[in-house]
């Protein structure tokens, strides 16, 4: 019997209680992650999401005998998933009000750094998985390439890919515990992310380089942040909240029809093996195509006088898109099985490790050309994001920038759109590589060639100028 068959499902039975039940395990270990972050000053400085904290003591509950059958992994799995594209569909359907401190081409260059840090981390990933592979460690030899779906895109993407992967690696005889192994790289990318941007922003601190700036503790929001002119009301046939909820599930639907239908369609050998596979893993991309098509027909309406009020409430949309991410968290590093990746801890954590140090070294030698006049306000901002979300980045940065004066915040939040097109191609690459090796080694050029062309368009200021006084 399925959750669906209601005609022979009663409400005492456990069918009618399952997923509801998981769903309040996240919200109980969601609170607690919370509160332990709130009274444990180690924990509290460590800057660690809630939401990890939380995926974290159910990750340790499950060690316990007999309590890995309580949290169903299947079941968060789907939720990791289908929490990262609900999260993305409603933070593109929100109307775009930012004052920019950021010129357009330092929102660019954000987005290039973004997408030049995935391909840094694909190829030390891969750097790591291909001799492993080679070596007979049964690793599979694209394993690498979950880095950067880990550390840059969070448990989503890392999940998504894992399984393709895994896929990938059945159809060729080999054993890979996909799933797993990203969703680990994700967690320790969390982990990476606000104890190393701590650590080092302490280090700073004793140095003289950084002072703690005072945050004030009262925050009080002004009343646009709640509402814009001409809204609709907060509550009238239909709460503006219940407005909101539908028009996320609304677009959302939309990705799925629109998957749905694609997968119907003859696309050839390429199609068949690669790209539908590939585009479930797409939803988060989809869901954000959708979503600002289906924001700019209203918007349209609206011109039109066919619309006469204003249905997005940008305030709701960012509390819809953070439950989302929140949930994705505790889920993804709930769903980690530790058993399945008993052979491969050596890889994963040369993998891990490297990915961090590299990530480090990198992103700070960038930030130094890139942000003149705010180096270390751009470095830990991005830092956190490329390590974990770009919730942990704009953490970061509060602290040593509690009021956003530099235009650091407003580069994480304003480079999206240029890091999804500059980092689409990784995107195709993580389908094509685990067709086959020789197909990974290919990724792995492609990847140097685009990590050099992506590297030279932001430092092309410092390249020129150089070669202008040599001459």
């Not at 369609?265 to 590939?278: C, V």
């Not at 924001?295 to 439950?323: C, D, P, T, W």
């Not at 953490?395 to 890091?419: C, G, M, W, Y």
Request: proline fraction near 4%; include cysteine.
């Amino acid at each position: 019997m399925t959750i669906l068959d209601v005609s022979v499902m009663t409400f005492s039975s456990p069918e009618a209680w399952r997923w509801l039940i998981q769903f309040c395990i996240l919200a109980v270990a969601l609170l607690v992650g919370n509160l332990l972050r709130t009274k444990i000053p180690f924990l509290k400085k460590s800057l660690l999401p809630s939401a990890l904290l939380g995926g974290l003591l159910l990750l340790i509950f499950k060690q316990f005998p007999g309590c890995d059958g309580i949290i169903n992994k299947p079941m968060m799995e789907i939720v990791t998933y289908h929490a990262l594209g609900l999260g993305f569909v409603a933070l593109a359907l929100k109307n775009n009000k930012v004052e920019s401190k950021s010129t357009p081409m330092k929102v660019i260059e954000t987005g290039a750094l973004t997408a030049s840090t995935y391909v840094v981390q694909g190829i030390v990933g891969l750097l790591v998985s291909i001799p492993f592979f080679l070596l007979g460690r049964k690793l599979f030899y694209a394993a690498g390439l979950l880095l950067p779906m880990g550390y840059g895109q969070g448990p989503g993407q890392a999940l998504n890919f894992g399984k393709i992967f895994a896929g990938a690696a059945a159809d060729q005889g080999l054993s890979f515990p996909g799933a797993d192994f990203g969703l680990s790289i994700a967690a320790m990318g969390f982990v990476v992310g606000s104890v190393v941007g701590v650590v080092y922003m302490n280090i700073l601190r004793r140095k003289g380089i950084l002072s703690r700036k005072k945050i004030d503790d009262a925050q009080v929001n002004k009343l646009e942040d709640y509402e814009s002119k001409g809204e609709i009301p907060d509550a009238e046939s239909i709460d503006k909240l219940s407005v909101q909820i539908c028009m996320v599930l609304f677009v959302y639907f939309l990705v799925y029809l629109f998957t749905n239908w694609i997968q119907g369609m003859e696309l050839g050998k390429f199609g068949e093996n690669t790209l539908k596979p590939m585009l479930w893993g797409f939803n988060f991309l989809i869901g954000t195509l959708f979503g600002v098509l289906f924001k700019s027909i209203l918007n349209r309406f609206k011109k039109a006088q066919i619309v006469h009020r204003e249905y997005i409430n940008n305030y709701m949309l960012n509390r819809i898109s953070g439950f989302c991410f929140d949930i994705m968290i505790v889920a993804g590093t709930a769903a980690i099985n530790f058993e399945q990746l008993g052979q491969f801890v050596l890889p994963f954590v040369l993998i891990v490790g490297l990915g961090a140090i590299v990530t480090f070294i990198y992103v700070r030698w960038i930030c130094k050309h890139l942000y003149p006049g705010y180096v270390y306000e751009g470095f830990f901002s991005m830092f956190g994001m490329l390590t974990g979300t770009a919730s942990n980045g704009m953490i970061l940065l509060r602290e040593i920038d509690p009021k956003f004066e530099t235009p650091a915040a407003n580069n994480l939040v304003l480079q999206t759109l240029s890091a999804i097109v500059l980092g689409f191609p990784v995107l195709l690459l993580m389908g094509y590589a685990p067709l086959s090796l020789t197909a990974t080694w290919i990724t792995l050029g492609v990847l140097v060639v685009f990590w050099i062309a992506l590297t030279v368009f932001m430092l092309r200021t410092k390249i020129f100028k150089r070669k202008q006084k040599e001459e």
